[in-house]
């Protein structure tokens, strides 16, 4: 009889126009039914709608002369890509898995920074 435990293999599917997107941050919270709702956004300086430009003498383009819209210059954009919903268990796996792999990124960073403060032992 063997001693094996049960396993189940899970093959990954991507779909055709996979594309991760780069994030700075994210908001959200908790569904009326008690999902985790997370939005992830990437912070960047606006994009003007127009901009309007005086024509010099000799035809050629000059100073800016307006900007539309007017607040661009005091403005930030959260431009949202992509969201997740999830189960409030699945918050709490998923969590855990980020805890995890946070865990071994500093792992590999403290291990990097032991090996580089280390003396070169003779090595030239």
Known sequence: MSN??????????????????YVNGA????S???EMVINFYLERQPLPDAITHEIT?????????SVDPKDLAS?????IDTGVVMSYE?????????????REVEEMHKA?????Q?????QA
């Open 4 to 21: 094996k435990k049960p396993e189940l293999t899970f093959k990954y599917v991507f779909n055709y126009g996979y594309n991760p997107s």
């Open 27 to 30: 908001q959200g919270g908790f």
């Open 32 to 34: 009326p039914r008690g």
């Open 57 to 65: 003498p000799e035809g050629s383009i000059g100073r800016e002369t």
């Open 75 to 79: 403005s930030m954009v959260r431009f």
């Open 90 to 102: 699945n918050a709490k796996v998923f969590h855990a898995w980020m805890g995890d792999k946070l």
């Open 112 to 116: 990097r920074t032991e090996f580089e």
């Open 118 to 122: 280390a003396k070169a032992g003779g």
